[in-house]
């Protein structure tokens, strides 16, 4: 029978691990497959575990307390006092509405900080700034991380002089309100007055939904404009700041209604997101009525 089929050799009679698969001895991951599966588990959570700790190091190195959280800074020595300060040159590149503007405040100057233009509003004396709170600390860190291109970047504080020192980017063509007053021809231009009212509505939105939650003073000196002409709103947050200092009667102007009940006998009044969205539409008004 075998020999017909190629000469292949007859199977034994009884095969090798028998008719019950028991004759061999069985392999050691079949007697320890509990084990290794246990194993190969205990691997894969120790390896996704060390992952996450190293990813979470990585991301968050200096995370410290609430408590600890510093003030962004400029200190006063490397602040060069502006518009004596700056050369020729760099005078011949601002606006004539920019630095009229400047010469008529007499809280904002022209400095220059790390070699660039900055804006400084001056708050008096460092005295009230001593003791900052730590939401006054948190408040500071969080405009100077604001990254908008229609609000204006807030550099931080100086509080090692005899005033204390808000710093802000400056902006070449100086606020909408300098522009206007300049009779600058592009501010006429449709294309220009439709760009800046979106811009504007843009900028309050970012601040509406940042933690600040509203602007709470503004008007169109605060609403800067660059060298691209884009608009980019400025001035805002450090309320514990503004309220050291009075209105001007101009600045009742911008204020809404209910801001206006509020006051009272005080001078001092918070804002609001209505109160922003009033004071929009006068700016608004305004560009509008250039024409």
């Not at 992952?51 to 979470?56: A, Q």
């Not at 004539?96 to 503007?101: A, D, L, V």
Request: glycine share 8%.
């Amino acid at each position: 029978m075998w020999s017909s089929r190629g000469g292949s050799i007859p199977p034994p009679a009884v095969p090798i691990c028998g008719f019950g698969g028991k004759g061999c001895a069985a392999s050691v991951f079949e007697m320890y497959k509990g084990y290794f599966l246990l194993g190969i588990a205990l691997f894969v959570v120790t390896i996704s575990g060390s992952t996450f700790t190293v990813g979470f190091l990585i991301h968050v190195p200096n995370a410290q307390p609430p408590a600890e959280v510093g003030t962004p800074s400029a200190p006063t020595k490397s602040l060069g006092m502006g518009l004596h300060g700056f050369t020729q040159t760099n005078i011949s590149s601002l606006t004539h509405s920019t630095i009229g503007s400047l010469a008529r405040s007499r809280i904002f100057s022209l400095y220059s900080y790390n070699g660039e233009k900055c804006i400084v509003r001056s708050f008096g004396s460092t005295t009230m700034a001593k003791a900052l709170t730590v939401a006054q600390m948190t408040e500071c860190r969080t405009m100077r991380l604001f990254d908008h291109e229609n609000v204006n970047r807030f550099l931080g504080l100086s509080l090692d002089g005899p005033n204390v020192l808000a710093v802000w980017n400056f902006c070449l063509r100086g606020s909408i309100r300098d522009v206007i007053l300049s009779e600058n021809a592009m501010v006429k231009d449709v294309i220009f007055i439709q760009s800046a009212i979106k811009e504007i509505c843009e900028g309050i939105h970012f601040l509406h939904n940042s933690p600040l939650q509203f602007h709470g003073g503004l008007k169109s000196s605060a609403c800067l404009i660059n060298d691209r002409w884009q608009v980019k709103i400025s001035y805002f947050g450090l309320r514990w700041l503004k309220s050291s200092q009075k209105n001007r009667a101009k600045d009742f102007l911008w204020l809404s209604p209910e801001q206006l009940r509020k006051m009272g006998d005080s001078e001092i009044v918070d804002g609001s997101k209505p109160s922003d969205i009033y004071t929009m539409a006068l700016i608004f008004t305004e560009v509008q009525n250039i024409q």
